[in-house]
């Protein structure tokens, strides 16, 4: 077995793990209930990564403090809330857990201080150790009292003292990480104090130190407490964050000083180190979109572990299998940590366990269901599984009798549909016109940075393949085709196509999809027109290629439409256009192309700009004539994907499986 090592105990404190996989926390919103414990949701989806073979389950943030930061936030372990309720609800979630041989941490927060979301923020002021800046208003922060650090220091010690009543195997302290507020204390940029709490390294991890030491008093030394813990702030100014490979001037906690750090944590008596680099200043580092390298934390993982003796755990993009036993065998970190891709298969580490690395479905870190919808909503879920966070009330549905069903499209939607339709035990046949699965995937795919966008059409692929599901490519599906099929239900999924329009030379101007997918050379000096994520996606790939170009938008800033829901995403990639060299130009209408120029108006005044070529990126149109035909003629048809509605990756699989699993 070449993953062998990766499925080796490892001790944490006083417990063994059964692999070096641990699940990373992730926001638990949607997961709780009113009264502070956990609902069947939360209880449901914990237990799935168990059951799917994860060593460790990290829950995502609990909140033991509810007074201090006034907020309405998820979990509260201790007497804030209801503390009987909250051991009742957890005490079933780690029941289930443990029954699969998996150990479970609570995560326990000292609160958001200066980056306190301003929706839970309501109208009270942030605080912070001191008056700083707010990270996302303009307000100043409220300093804490040190009456207010030790009654938040106490609540750990109540909250901790609950999740081990709860069955908990131990808890995990959030944060000297991403400049939650015990980093605040840490950071010297955000700590002007000049009491105990401030000055000197160990003054300023003092918040940190005690917390440990209350916990462990109220648990037990054998009570394992670990760390979040951020090696490198990785901020330039204040709210802003440097860019990989970029040279800047550390304003937080640099390297020298985060390995002193580390040694500091450790002789306080943290049990583990769960290692990452960044601050919400500098967010893209801490929650890593696909602009960022796959397992971009090693390098600092591997520092911390040169330095203490307890173990290190390493996030970041690490869901390929290699690489995570490269890292392990390599002394780079002792846990593996999986989130993101614990959303997308819950069952990842049985799959690589059994050898079915194919059946893996893969995270496309396009932070959508996640960090996108838990801004938004305040609801944890996943793009590309419908199911995560909802498993029961998605679970499959059975069936009475097979069902013969044509699927017209093979594109994300037409997938998903057919692959649940196969789970059920439907009889489904896929009819795809091009010469491959996955639709809009494979152009959106084609930056280096978007690998996973393929990996996902490989993964339908297969799986539709596995599933035994009839698939034939390259076969444009006709009104009589369907009608003479003898078909129970059809569901029609034939996508979108690139809007266009002329402007003079059009054999030189070309669609995204076209230049993406290497069917047509755009030249060294292009123009991308329009500034949504394909045109920035885009501009981005062929500038790191070494070429000049220019986007141009017609509205007054780039993505305000079609963006990332996610900021972390829309931010890298907004800084990442001029760090490479592509100019940005907007509120400007395109006037003509002709003999290379390109004219646009930009504040009344015509300019030009010389240019190989023009690049089309100003959205797609829905393609549903087929439907249109045979609505009327089918009994049982649906229209999913980009022919009902242009939309993203994520509603495209959402709607098709709600559908799927409903026929």
Not at 75 to 94: A, G, I
Request: hydrophobic content about 35%; some cysteine; charged content about 25%.
């Amino acid at each position: 077995m070449k993953y062998a090592k990766l499925f080796t105990p490892v001790k944490v404190g006083s417990i063994t793990i059964k692999n070096r996989f641990s699940m990373g926390p992730m926001g638990p919103l949607g997961l709780s209930d009113a009264e502070g414990g956990w609902n069947q949701r939360g209880i449901d989806y914990y237990t799935e990564r168990a059951k799917g073979g994860t060593g460790l389950i990290i829950t995502g943030v609990t909140f033991s403090d509810c007074e201090v930061e006034t907020q309405s936030m998820p979990n509260c372990p201790n007497s804030t809330y209801n503390p009987v309720h909250f051991v009742r609800t957890s005490k079933e979630m780690t029941e289930r857990v443990h029954a699969y041989g998996a150990k479970i941490f609570l995560q326990m927060s000292g609160g958001f201080g200066r980056v306190t979301i301003p929706t839970n923020l309501g109208e009270f002021p942030p605080v912070a150790p001191s008056a700083i800046p707010h990270r996302w208003l303009d307000k100043t922060c409220t300093p804490l009292t040190v009456e207010q650090i030790r009654s938040i220091v106490k609540s750990f010690g109540d909250g901790a003292y609950n999740a081990k009543r709860g069955g908990f195997d131990g808890v995990q302290i959030h944060a000297v990480h991403e400049g939650y507020l015990i980093d605040q204390f840490a950071i010297s940029m955000f700590n002007l104090r000049t009491d105990e709490y401030g000055g000197s390294l160990e003054n300023r991890l003092r918040f940190a130190r005690e917390i440990v030491e209350e916990i462990k008093e109220r648990c037990g030394q054998d009570f394992p407490v670990t760390l979040r813990f951020s090696l490198k702030s990785m901020i330039k100014d204040w709210r802003v964050g440097a860019l990989p490979g970029e040279e800047f001037e550390e304003m937080g906690r640099d390297i020298e000083e985060g390995l002193e750090a580390a040694k500091l944590l450790e002789s306080y008596g943290y049990d583990a180190l769960d290692t990452d680099v960044g601050t919400y200043d500098a967010w893209w580092w801490s929650h890593p979109p696909m602009y960022q390298e796959k397992g971009l934390y090693r390098e600092y993982c591997e520092l911390v572990k040169k330095v203490v003796k307890i173990p290190v755990f390493c996030a970041g993009r690490m869901d390929n299998p290699d690489m995570a036993l490269e890292a392990i065998e390599n002394n780079v970190c002792d846990v593996v940590e999986l989130a993101r891709p614990l959303l997308a298969d819950p069952d990842y580490v049985n799959k690589l366990r059994s050898g079915r690395i194919s059946e893996i479905r893969p995270c496309i870190s396009c932070h959508e269901g996640c960090m996108g919808r838990i801004s938004e909503y305040s609801m944890l879920n996943c793009a590309v599984n419908p199911q995560a966070a909802r498993e029961r009330v998605t679970a499959y549905n059975p069936i009475v009798k097979p069902k013969k069903i044509m699927v017209i499209g093979g594109g994300v939607a037409g997938c998903e549909a057919a692959r649940v339709l196969a789970t059920r035990g439907h009889k489904p046949e896929v009819f795809e016109k091009n010469d491959r699965l996955g639709g809009n995937l494979l152009p959106g795919g084609a930056p280096d940075f978007k690998e996973d966008d393929i990996a996902l059409a490989n993964w339908f692929t297969n799986e539709l393949n596995r599933l035994q599901v009839p698939v034939t490519l390259n076969h444009l599906v006709t009104k009589e085709e369907v009608l003479a099929g003898g078909y129970d239900a059809v569901i029609v999924a034939t996508g979108s196509t690139p809007k266009v329009f002329s402007l003079g030379d059009d054999a030189h101007v070309y669609t995204a999809a076209d230049v993406l997918m290497g069917e047509k050379d755009c030249g060294d000096t292009t123009v991308v027109i329009g500034g949504g994520l394909v045109g920035c996606e885009t501009a981005l790939w062929l500038a790191k290629q070494g070429k000049k170009v220019t986007v141009i938008e017609a509205l007054d800033a780039i993505m305000q439409q079609n963006g990332p829901l996610c900021h972390s995403n829309k931010d890298m990639l907004q800084a990442l256009l001029p760090y490479n060299g592509v100019e940005i130009i907007t509120a400007a209408k395109v006037d003509s192309y002709n003999a290379g120029k390109l004219s646009y108006t930009v504040s009344g005044e015509t300019k030009e700009l010389t240019c190989d070529s023009v690049i089309l990126s100003v959205g797609y149109k829905e393609e549903d004539s087929l439907y249109q035909e045979l609505q009327f003629d089918i009994p049982e048809i649906y229209l999913l994907g980009d022919a009902k509605k242009v939309a993203n990756i994520m509603y495209a699989i959402w709607d098709a499986f709600e559908v799927a699993n409903h026929i």
